[in-house]
């Protein structure tokens, strides 16, 4: 394990026998955000035996004077993501809730993300050379990450296995199959042999549950899967304060324009817009310098949330622009999406099947 704290720095590389590690900062003082680094450590070293030794035969071994193309990304790099986590739970390292959080929060980029009407998880594995390598400011709208949504995705092959097989049997069969059958030096698994291995394991018609998570674009019944487990998807809603009576109160949404602001020194810039949203429908351009809202100077990303909350939805606000360094009016109309944050928790009437099988899945509390 070679780790390197540099400012700035993130990320990690596997190799055959060692992986090589970035943080910004190796004291961790903060437990979560070492559990975070963990992740990272435990996602490259899951990497030993998913891609590094079970691999697609498209890379392996490497033409390094040119670009390797193949649908299976999804399968190196998004299955390790599901398993990251998973990994530091089964090694006793953290406890169930904070896997349960770490989901939760894979799964609200995911649905943040308008890209995934656009893009499928096998194309998108396919054109990361020109796509995920080379991301632009309108990438959330056109694309996705095969890291992102092939975590998802290999959690649902997992839950799916566990149901068709009535609990004898899981993912983990799988890929012990497919580096006993492909492991290093032997030769990787053809274009569909990672899907043979799962009709192997869990007898049956695959074709329509892959062709519907690999190649369509319609949403992931994550909350049907999930409910199976005992597990449901919620909104941890906001405390909104009065300020003039000093109480709290809950609120279910919040106003929304569908932007991205980037605080920089000397302005703040709106680094993408999503399609459909107040913003886009409004005229509001990704690279936009922000100015002003209704004719008041903002200088940071909490100066436009204030005024949002101020005005709430339904309100027009004017907005003050530098595009190409010439002055831009547009006027965008406030939406309001749901508060809080995702969070994925037990049921609170779970009955015995569903705890069965999320112990079965996850272990005790």
């Known amino acids: 394990f070679i780790l390197h704290a540099v400012p700035g720095a993130g990320g990690g590389l596997e190799h055959l026998n060692s992986q090589v590690s970035a943080s910004r900062d190796l004291r961790f003082t903060d437990r979560e955000k070492y559990e975070d680094y963990l992740s990272l450590i435990s996602h490259e070293y899951f990497h030993l035996w998913n891609v590094k030794r079970l691999r697609p035969a498209m890379l392996g071994p490497f033409d390094y004077a040119r670009e390797t193309y193949t649908e299976s990304l999804w399968i190196c790099e998004g299955l390790t993501v599901y398993y990251e986590w998973l990994l530091l739970l089964r090694g006793g390292v953290i406890k169930r809730d904070r896997l349960l959080k770490a989901w939760a929060s894979d799964i609200e980029r ?61 993912l983990d069969d799988v890929m012990r199959l497919g580096v006993e059958r492909h492991g290093y030096p032997k030769p990787g698994f053809e274009r569909r042999g990672f899907e043979a291995m799962v009709e192997e394991i869990a007898p049956g018609d695959w074709k329509a549950w892959f062709e519907h998570h690999l190649d369509s674009t ?130 609170k009437k779970a009955n015995v099947a569903q705890f069965k099988r999320l112990e079965d899945w996850l272990g005790k509390a």
């Open 110 to 170: 995911w649905q943040g993300r308008p890209g995934n009407a656009v893009m499928g998880l096998r194309e998108s594995s396919f054109l990361a050379w020109t796509k995920l390598y080379l991301m632009d400011e309108n990438f959330a709208n056109s694309g996705i990450s095969y890291y992102l949504k092939g975590g998802l995705v290999g959690m649902l092959l997992d839950l799916e296995i566990r149901k068709r097989t009535r609990g004898r049997r899981s």
């Open 218 to 347: 319609t949403p992931l019944d994550l909350e049907g899967a999930l409910a199976a487990v005992g597990l449901e998807l919620v909104h941890d809603v906001d405390d909104k304060a009065d300020v003039d009576s000093g109480k709290k109160e809950k609120r279910t949404k919040k106003p929304w324009l569908g932007w991205q602001l980037k605080d920089e020194k000397s302005a703040l810039t709106i680094s993408s817009v999503e399609t459909g949203s107040p913003a886009s429908t409004g005229g509001v351009s990704a690279k936009d310098e922000l100015l002003a809202v209704n004719g008041m100077r903002v200088k940071s990303n909490s100066d436009v949330e204030q005024l949002l909350d101020y005005h709430g939805k339904g309100t027009k606000l004017a907005l003050t622009v530098f595009r190409n360094d010439r002055l831009h009016q547009c006027s965008v109309t406030i939406g309001e999406k749901p508060a809080g944050s995702l969070v994925l928790r037990v049921m």
